[in-house]
């Protein structure tokens, strides 16, 4: 089986998020990148995927050059093969990121694409269903539990306290979240592994689309308060009284 | 977090940060007595988010500086009595055969300070660490009581022990924003709790040093620097050990790296990236820390070099595919541009202490000297190399700090030449002559910031003169950062003379009603002498113990000029300053005045064809200054010498420093004049004639009776330090500084091998010397004395074996040499009877 994961690039951040002078970017000078959880997630399950019905493990990202630390830690992980659609420096919008992915898709030919459910930084939740559109494939979204064999795949979610379960014929488009699996870290001959992995380059145009940055905000966020409960074996009623009442006891 | 208002209104300390050094400081301080302390963080405890809270937390003992090796032994003492050290063992592997040359210095050195050390075969290597590849080292160096320690619950156990005996208030959660200077002294402490008022800061900050230290208007010399590790697991073979650790951690030295068993993972640290500095002002605040502000995020191309190294190691181990790498950083260390702590008060602001640049392996010692050093007591560990007020302006510069902690950083584990120089920031401080030296091919060594001749590569002529007596040393490692051309510098300046550039000379003024007073309380020597006269003294500390030693000229009635070696000038002049009288007032003239000697026999002869002035025997005495005219130029003359020869220092104005060279020049070659560098000047010409030296025999560790300089007569005066020096007279004294010669340089191999210090020596079975006091005997000062023809060694020896005559070893490189005992006190081996010099 060939799956694609698609990841992308966006900003670690710790408890507070500070922004550049001009309100353009998150100041990650001093934080760094990384992928979204769902996206670490994305990448174990079809590395798992493979492990168990053969196959291989493409990684895909749309970013800068500097994205393809991505790509490594993806390779890392047990992807195979990597690809990067070049931006420069512009950020592209839901839209056209889709067109990209499906070029790729188009060209290469898989059986199953995977992508995190939500972008960590933009939060559009629309890539993996205007990806599956433009393919004509067909698509579950917020995944927390897939099972697939060569046929095809059984993709479950909750929702509002129900399990949905969809059956989907390949190829198609899955979308998955943080809890699908625990992700594994990479081994030291896998990063060596992904040092030496070439990385396949191709630059899609940038198309302007109906949503526009002005600027980013840190919204205010309630403050948190400590409460001491007490000191020593003094505090003990107190604390079963606190844990009673968020019915963890 | 605290809230405005919660700080207490007065303090006698606020220590500021809680990491390893603030917590054991706090501790220490209310062990002498302290009450009303205050500790501040801006972080939670006990992991406030500095470098403590992400250290590897292992501790080699073996250092090369005496210093560092005795910090790092009262440290791991301290860590075994809170109970959180844990003995691994530890090797350092070698790759390369340079490398197991340098783990032979690394086990004698360990033999001098007493570390259990020994050579081990790969094999043996492998019996100890299974998993690492034989095949890849070609030996190790075995030191078993390598441990690890458990920093975090050392400093709560510490910050406890201190709030539980009613001393201490703790302040979490609150940010220091200023502190106040009033007079030059430190008011108070602004903290997001509130003011408190207080006559002592201390910055045990870490990475964030710099930016605390700037509070006050002072410049500390440290830079945070970024340290990679990553943390790989589970690993199934250390799946069933218990507690941290049960192998010994291996330093890979040759690739810069460690690997160290934590818990189910190892860890694997790496020194051999670029260096990633990362300015204080930068380092992100907890809040927007996605680990803790001292974790950044790791920069996987920087390390991924190392990984394979890593692997190639240890192939099995880290090359399992279940194994993952869990955790990775790019950790803040702090770095200072010469490798040594900030320790002590910043030479700025009174009441201003710096408890910074400690690592883990010696926190608690740093934290105990800084105590002892408030607390005005001569600290337990003798620190001076640690001073806070050691650094010029030039090397507190963040320019200076960068450059030199780059420079250090991939040192860390390297082979570092005990003479080998440092490349970046220079030339800072040149000599108004150094063009002339140029000329002469000088070769250039740096002492606080000055451009110093070595030797002089133009003297290769005068080598052909002495061919025989060069005493040339065949191995590279002992002829590194050496020529015999010294050697010849230094036959020259005894058949003839030499001119010797000591621009770098520490100048100090004392002048005003008071001045007289102040000299007396520092020195050992009587300084009520008349004008014109020139004292060689020693400084003490409170327990006699040695804290400079120089010069005085008394220039007047009030002014008394003080001249001392660039490398403590700072330090001595900020032990000046805290010791001034009222009415008596220092002044640095460094920048003023150069210093050009003139020694050797021809000396009078050269000074007296370019002086209309008296300069014989009769007319200029041993002992004695006096303005003199040279070539148009008024010169301040003293006839005193640190090379046992008839001759002058001419300290001269700085901007005719050139015309004085240039005419005594002229005059002297005729008359075999010779231009000599600091190789003869601090080591030959010296150790002839048993000169000691401040850092190398004086130290705080021992006496003047032990360094064999007892005046018969002890001053009236009082004077720093004269109640111990008269209880040290009173006592035979437990070890005697000696001169020994070496008996044979042969080396197991064959070679002649000539030492270089800091040896250990031995009685001639090879045991460890020790005396009353448990002091081990080293060789602290080493070099040719081409007169002689013998290759000289200091060291204090136990009383018992500082008998003439007696024959020694002195292990170097793990050979052991025959030495013998020349002198038993300071009677030069040259010239004894000092004829030369009062000539």
């Not at chain 1, 990209?100 to 060209?107: C, D, P, W």
């Not at chain 2, 926190?363 to 337990?380: F, H, K, Q, Y």
């Not at chain 2, 805290?578 to 003139?598: M, N, Q, R, V």
Request: proline share 7%; glycine share 10%; charged share 20%.
């Amino acid at each position: 089986m060939d799956i694609l994961v698609c990841v992308k690039r966006v900003p670690t951040v710790g408890g507070k998020i500070a922004v550049t002078p001009d309100g353009q970017e998150v100041d990650t000078r001093m934080s760094g990148f990384t992928i979204s959880p769902h996206e670490e997630c994305a990448v174990e399950e079809a590395v798992q995927i493979t492990e168990r019905l053969g196959g291989t493990v493409s990684v895909l990202t749309l970013g800068p050059e500097a994205a393809i630390d991505q790509l490594r830690d993806a390779l890392a992980l047990g992807a195979g093969r990597a690809v990067l659609l070049e931006t420069d420096g512009r950020e592209f919008g839901p839209a056209a990121t889709a067109a990209a992915i499906a070029a790729e898709v188009r060209s290469h030919g898989y059986d199953l694409v995977l992508l995190g459910n939500e972008a960590s930084d933009t939060g559009d939740y629309q890539v993996g269903i205007r990806l599956a559109h433009a393919l004509g494939w067909p698509v579950a979204t917020g995944i927390k539990n897939l099972t697939t064999s060569a046929d095809g795949a059984v993709a479950r979610r909750e929702y509002r306290g129900t399990e949905e379960s969809y059956e989907l014929p390949l190829p198609a488009v899955i979308t998955v979240k943080e809890g699908i699996n625990l992700p594994r870290y990479p081994s030291l001959p896998g990063r060596l592994r992904a040092k030496r992995a070439p990385v396949e380059r191709s630059a899609p145009a940038w198309q302007p689309e109906g949503l526009r940055k002005q600027a980013l905000r840190v919204p205010a966020v309630a403050g948190h308060q400590a409460v001491i409960l007490g000191r020593g074996v003094d505090a003990v009623p107190e604390l079963l009284r606190v844990l009673g009442e968020l019915g963890v006891l | 977090m605290t809230s405005p208002g919660d700080a207490p209104a007065r303090a006698s300390a606020v220590v500021i940060g809680a990491g390893i050094v603030g917590n054991s400081l706090v501790h220490h301080l209310a062990l002498l007595g302290w009450r009303d302390l205050v500790l501040v963080d801006k972080g939670p405890m006990p992991n406030p988010g500095g470098s403590t809270g992400h250290a590897s937390n292992f501790i080699f003992p073996i250092e090369y500086s005496k210093m560092m090796f005795e910090l790092t032994r009262d440290s791991t003492e301290q860590y075994r009595e809170l109970g959180v050290f844990t003995q691994s063992g530890g090797i350092e592997v070698a790759r390369t055969q340079a490398r197991m040359h340098e783990l032979r210095r690394r086990c004698s050195q360990a033999k001098a300070w007493g570390i259990p050390a020994e050579l081990l075969s790969p094999g043996e290597v492998g019996k100890l660490v299974p998993y690492l590849d034989e095949s890849v080292i070609g030996g190790g160096a075995h030191f078993p009581t390598v441990g690890v320690v458990d920093s975090l619950r050392a400093g709560t156990l510490m910050r406890e022990q201190a709030q539980r005996s009613g001393t201490l208030a703790v302040l979490a959660g609150t940010e220091v924003h200023g502190i106040s200077v009033a007079a030059g002294r430190v008011r108070a402490v602004a903290t997001s709790a509130g003011e408190i008022e207080t006559d002592n800061a201390v910055i045990c900050c870490g990475v964030w040093s710099p930016r605390i230290a700037r509070m006050a208007g002072a410049r500390l010399a440290l830079t945070p620097v970024v340290h990679q590790m990553i943390s790989v697991g589970p690993i199934t073979l250390f799946a069933d050990t218990p507690g941290e650790i049960s192998y010994p951690i291996v330093r890979d030295v040759d690739t810069n790296m460690y690997e160290r068993q934590h818990g189910g993972d190892m860890e694997v640290g790496s020194y051999a990236h670029r260096p990633i500095i990362v300015p204080p002002d930068e380092i992100p605040s907890i809040e927007q820390s996605a680990a803790s502000p001292t974790e950044l995020p790791f920069t996987a191309d920087d390390f991924d070099p190392q990984l394979a190294q890593a692997l190639e190691l240890m192939p099995d181990l880290l090359g399992d595919e279940r194994a993952g790498i869990r955790y990775a950083i790019n950790g803040l260390i702090s770095m200072t541009p010469d490798g040594h702590p900030v320790l002590g008060e910043l030479p700025e602001v009174r009441g201003l202490w710096s408890a910074a640049a400690s690592w883990i392996k010696e926190g608690p010692g740093c934290g105990r000297a800084v105590a002892e050093l408030m607390s005005g007591r001569v600290p337990t560990v003798d620190v001076h190399e640690a001073d806070a007020a050691r650094f010029y302006p030039h090397q507190r510069t963040v320019a200076h700090v960068r450059a030199r902690a780059c420079e250090g950083f991939n040192k860390m584990y390297g082979i570092v030449h005990p003479a080998e120089q440092w490349e970046s920031e220079r030339p800072v401080r040149v000599s108004p002559v150094q063009e002339r030296e140029r000329e002469l091919g000088a070769v250039f060594f740096e002492t606080a910031g000055w451009e110093r001749p070595h030797w002089y590569a133009s003297n290769s002529a005068v080598c052909d003169r002495y061919a025989g007596r060069l005493m040339e040393r065949p191995a590279e490692w002992d002829s590194r950062w050496w020529s015999p051309i010294i050697n010849a510098e230094h036959l020259a300046m005894r058949d003839a003379c030499a001119l010797v550039d000591l621009s770098a000379f520490a100048v100090l003024e004392i002048s005003g009603p008071a001045a007289l007073q102040a000299v007396q309380t520092l020195s050992v020597a009587q300084l009520n002498v008349a004008a014109g006269r020139v004292v060689y003294t020693s400084w003490l500390d409170d327990d006699g113990g040695f804290r400079a030693d120089l010069t005085v000229m008394r220039l007047g009635e009030d002014r008394f000029r003080v001249v001392t070696g660039g490398a403590t000038g700072m330090s001595d002049a900020a032990w000046v300053s805290g010791h001034l009288p009222p009415g008596a007032f220092l002044a640095d003239l460094t920048s003023a005045w150069t210093t050009i000697g003139l020694w050797g026999p021809r000396a009078r002869d050269v000074l007296a064809s370019v002086t209309a002035d008296d300069v014989s025997h009769d007319g200029f005495g041993f002992g004695t200054c006096r303005e003199i005219e040279v070539g148009g130029v008024v010169v301040l003359a003293s006839r005193i010498s640190y090379v046992g020869e008839l001759g002058w220092e001419l300290h001269v104005p700085i901007e005719q420093g050139l015309r004085v060279w240039d005419t005594v020049w002229a005059a002297g070659r005729p008359q075999g004049l010779i231009p000599a560098g600091i190789g003869v000047y601090g080591t030959t010409g010296r150790l002839e004639k048993g000169y000691r030296a401040f850092g190398f025999e004086l130290t705080q560790e021992y006496t003047l009776p032990e360094a064999g300089m007892t005046r018969p007569k002890v001053k009236e005066q009082p004077f720093i330090g004269k109640e111990a020096y008269l209880r040290q007279r009173a006592e035979p004294p437990c070890a005697v500084l000696c001169t020994l010669t070496v008996d044979s340089h042969a080396s197991a191999d064959g070679t002649l091998r000539y030492m270089l210090g800091g040896e250990p020596v031995l009685s001639p079975g090879g045991e460890r010397l020790t005396d009353a006091k448990g002091r081990p005997s080293y060789v602290t000062s080493v070099g040719s004395a081409p007169s002689l023809g013998k290759h000289l060694l200091m060291a204090y020896l136990p009383a018992g074996h500082a008998v003439e005559g007696s024959t020694l070893a002195v292990e170097y490189l793990g050979d052991r040499y025959p030495v013998t005992v020349a002198v038993a006190g300071s009677r030069p081996l040259f010239d004894p009877s000092n004829e030369r010099v009062r000539s």
